[in-house]
């Protein structure tokens, strides 16, 4: 179904809208019908597989993009943009009007697609049908970008080299039974992560093992007899691109005195 609109133009994977554009009298037979701009000029986004806002990220990762469109056309013209790569195919977007012939559309990245970097064009047309059999010419009407998908954090813990769960950018896993005092942890991450928890006088100690990186961090915990706390919490956070936006994975850990 389309939906008349006042707008220039609806940015999305095969969306319609219509407008109206003023004549301007005749002109060069071999111009462009209606010239379009974008600001600005190249799209770039990012964000993480799987992203939810107030869910595993702080916020979404949201672009936006202001288009204004200018031609000889008189009447209703349909327009539509379509997506020549996958970057956008699942977003949704907001559209509206800031005066002056100006527009604003707000897009989100596909967070469904693998990890990796999708390069694609949104290429706006501009129709003189709703079946747009038939299009008016236009200068500057594609529009290049660059969508980067990051992992997802997700970290495997072991205790005392056991398998014992895995923990996602978000929610916390938390062991419901004891460790032992002196337990050896290690947690495996897919991407660098940077681990803080609380330290000093009464909480568990922690020592980090020499050998521990950034993807594969170990350390052995224990329990002081006046320990005046019996668990630790431990968060890891991301540092890749989506540091600052991906949410940290938390491991909740209790330990026997």
């Known amino acids: 179904m389309l939906n008349r609109l006042?707008?220039?133009?609806?940015?999305?994977?095969?969306?319609?809208?219509?407008?109206?554009?003023?004549?301007c009298g005749g002109g060069d037979s071999s111009s462009p019908d209606m010239t379009v701009s974008f600001n600005p000029s190249a799209l770039s986004a990012k964000g993480f597989q799987g992203q939810q806002a107030n869910v595993n990220a702080f916020q979404d990762s949201t672009v936006t993009v202001q288009a204004a469109v200018s031609g000889t056309a008189s009447g209703t013209v349909y327009a539509r943009v379509v997506d020549s790569g996958q970057g956008f195919g699942g977003g949704a977007l907001n559209v509206s009007s800031l005066g002056s012939g100006r527009y604003s559309a707000t897009l989100r990245p596909n967070m469904t697609l693998v990890p990796g970097t999708y390069t694609g064009s949104l290429t706006l047309q501009l129709c003189k049908d709703a079946g747009c059999a038939s299009q008016y010419t236009t200068a500057g009407a594609t529009l290049p970008y660059t969508v980067t998908i990051s992992p997802r954090l997700s970290v495997d813990v072991y205790v005392n080299s056991t398998f014992v769960?895995?923990?996602?950018?978000?929610?916390?896993?938390?062991?419901?039974?004891?460790?032992?005092?002196?337990?050896?942890?290690?947690?495996?991450?897919?991407?660098?992560?940077?681990?803080?928890?609380?330290?000093?006088?009464?909480?568990?100690?922690?020592?980090?093992?020499?050998?521990?990186?950034?993807?594969?961090?170990?350390?052995?915990?224990?329990?002081?007899?006046?320990a005046s706390i019996d668990s630790i919490d431990l968060n890891a956070v991301a540092q890749d691109g989506t540091q600052g936006i991906q949410r940290s994975a938390g491991v909740s850990l209790r330990v026997s005195p």
């Open 165 to 226: 769960g895995t923990t996602l950018s978000g929610p916390t896993l938390s062991l419901q039974s004891a460790l032992p005092n002196n337990s050896t942890v290690e947690f495996r991450s897919n991407v660098p992560v940077q681990w803080q928890y609380s330290s000093g006088p009464g909480f568990i100690g922690v020592t980090v093992n020499p050998s521990a990186t950034s993807t594969d961090w170990k350390a052995t915990l224990v329990r002081p007899a006046n």
């Open 6 to 23: 006042t707008r220039p133009f609806s940015i999305a994977a095969m969306v319609f809208a219509a407008m109206t554009l003023s004549a």
